[in-house]
């Protein structure tokens, strides 16, 4: 046998191997907490509300912890900050946990029992863009743009702009974020490469063969960076859309419902050390953050303007009061005066949003594989193994079963526990139109049109 054929048998024999599970976290009754003083983080979105609804409505002392929130500069440091344990948990991306476990960018060992929400985000372009946009988009009888907007109708304009020999540049806010793969899975929908990452090549800039430049801005500042002309676009979570409609500096022209209905978003994230070390504050945690939830969808969706109206508070989000109503009690503003019932933009609690499903962990590998910041192939008991690491179901249960039994929340409220796998069924709602099943994930990537598949590598 040759040293080509002894490495290449090596090099498969690893990319077939699956990850290494971790022990999931959990089980019988919550204890007292081993620590009452904690820090929890958070970036200025609307979706950390069911932090503040916790600190504001008490839940975090009912379960006998007495937290400080603080507002982070940007997802790195709110990361770097968890790992280094200057915060006992953070609000996160839900990619932020999964690749930390496989090594992109940072590389650490992080849990989450809770996800935050689903949906809750949007792509906007600045205003001369979406003028551009606006003859190749095709018209309701009222006259208003036809939803969803296709990333084709963003091709002529593109093309402009390679005319002018100038580069197009979107934005989104950090590279294993919902947003960079929800833009990405738009442009690739309307026909439009976004680009690969190559890390085996040391080209971590998501650019390779791309038609567009994406690159990171922090939430917060993406308005005044697209008002400065610095970008031509962005994709980021509420309200920082609304803003830019309320600011008249740009249009959003797709939310993220529209591109995946009903998507996971932020997580509850902790290291595992931390939760290991905490077992029964991390239930309670937990505990705390699924009332917050309740209450932020209870009443269809009644408490939704006290919620706009704490969370524009400037150590919370702090935008206006306004702007933050415009995108969480059921409407979605997508230009001045086009404003449409879009009632599960923002979901805290139902749809089972809160509950930690490792189908959505192993969606958001998929596109770590298919845009190459995952660069070989992996077997799909690879992706499984993965999300079964960082995804831990066991401390739900045990904080559900915990309301439960106070009476606080009821059965039905959750899913059937004694029946549920993790996994959701196969799901529909793609823009693309291309159903997903988190058993199989790799038939998934192989029937995406443009992405990284079987045993591909970018070049």
């Known amino acids: 046998?040759?040293?080509?054929?002894?490495?290449?048998?090596?090099?498969?024999?690893?990319?077939?191997?699956?990850?290494?599970?971790?022990?999931?976290?959990?089980?019988?009754?919550?204890?007292?907490?081993?620590?009452?003083?904690?820090?929890?983080?958070?970036?200025?979105?609307?979706?950390?509300?069911?932090?503040?609804?916790?600190?504001?409505?008490?839940?975090?002392?009912?379960?006998?912890?007495?937290?400080?929130?603080?507002?982070?500069?940007?997802?790195?440091?709110?990361?770097?900050?968890?790992?280094?344990?200057?915060?006992d948990g953070a609000q996160m991306l839900a990619g932020q946990p999964l690749g930390a476990h496989v090594g992109i960018g940072t590389r650490a060992e992080l849990v989450t029992a809770f996800s935050m929400d689903l949906n809750g985000n949007g792509i906007t372009v600045a205003n001369a863009v979406w003028q551009a946009m606006l003859p190749h988009l095709p018209k309701q009888a009222d006259g208003q743009v036809a939803r969803p907007v296709s990333a084709s109708s963003l091709k002529p304009v593109l093309a402009q702009y390679r005319q002018g020999g100038k580069p197009f540049n979107f934005a989104m806010v950090f590279p294993v974020s919902t947003h960079n793969y929800e833009l990405r899975y738009w442009l690739a929908a309307g026909g439009i490469h976004p680009g690969y990452y190559a890390p085996l090549k040391g080209d971590d800039s998501g650019q390779r063969e791309g038609e567009v430049m994406l690159s990171v801005t922090p939430p917060p500042q993406m308005p005044a960076t697209l008002e400065a002309g610095t970008i031509m676009g962005y994709s980021v979570g509420e309200p920082w859309n609304q803003q830019a409609i309320a600011k008249g500096i740009g249009v959003p022209v797709i939310t993220d419902y529209e591109i995946w209905r009903n998507n996971p978003e932020k997580v509850f994230g902790v290291s595992r050390g931390w939760a290991e070390r905490h077992?029964?504050?991390?239930?309670?945690?937990?505990?705390?953050?699924?009332?917050?939830?309740?209450?932020?969808?209870?009443?269809?969706?009644?408490?939704?303007?006290?919620?706009?109206?704490?969370?524009?508070?400037?150590?919370?989000?702090?935008?206006?009061?306004?702007?933050?109503?415009?995108?969480?009690?059921?409407?979605?503003?997508?230009?001045?005066?086009?404003?449409?019932?879009?009632?599960?933009?923002?979901?805290?609690?139902?749809?089972?949003?809160?509950?930690?499903?490792?189908?959505?962990?192993?969606?958001?590998?998929?596109?770590?594989?298919?845009?190459?910041?995952?660069?070989?192939?992996?077997?799909?008991?690879?992706?499984?193994?993965?999300?079964?690491?960082?995804?831990q179901p066991g401390v739900y249960r045990q904080a559900a079963q915990a309301l439960i039994e106070e009476g606080r929340l009821k059965a039905g409220d959750f899913p059937d526990f004694a029946n549920e796998s993790g996994f959701r069924g196969p799901q529909q709602g793609f823009i693309d139109g291309v159903a997903y099943d988190g058993r199989h994930p790799n038939d998934y990537l192989n029937r995406l049109a443009i992405g990284l598949k079987g045993d591909e590598q970018v070049q």
């Open 279 to 391: 077992p029964n504050t991390h239930a309670r945690l937990v505990k705390a953050l699924i009332r917050a939830a309740h209450w932020l969808d209870a009443n269809d969706n009644g408490n939704r303007l006290a919620a706009a109206r704490l969370l524009a508070r400037p150590d919370y989000v702090g935008a206006d009061e306004q702007v933050i109503a415009a995108s969480m009690t059921g409407t979605f503003e997508y230009n001045k005066g086009d404003v449409r019932r879009v009632p599960d933009f923002n979901v805290f609690f139902r749809h089972h949003a809160t509950y930690p499903y490792y189908s959505d962990a192993i969606w958001f590998l998929t596109q770590m594989r298919r845009w190459g910041q995952i660069p070989e192939a992996k077997p799909d008991a690879w992706f499984e193994q993965v999300a079964k690491a960082v995804y």
């Open 1 to 87: 046998m040759t040293p080509k054929m002894i490495w290449k048998g090596a090099l498969l024999a690893m990319l077939a191997m699956p990850a290494l599970a971790a022990t999931e976290l959990g089980a019988g009754p919550i204890g007292a907490p081993e620590k009452e003083e904690l820090r929890l983080g958070f970036i200025k979105l609307t979706d950390m509300a069911p932090l503040a609804v916790a600190y504001e409505q008490g839940y975090f002392e009912d379960e006998g912890l007495y937290v400080t929130l603080e507002a982070q500069a940007n997802w790195k440091v709110l990361l770097d900050r968890v790992i280094d344990g200057e915060l």
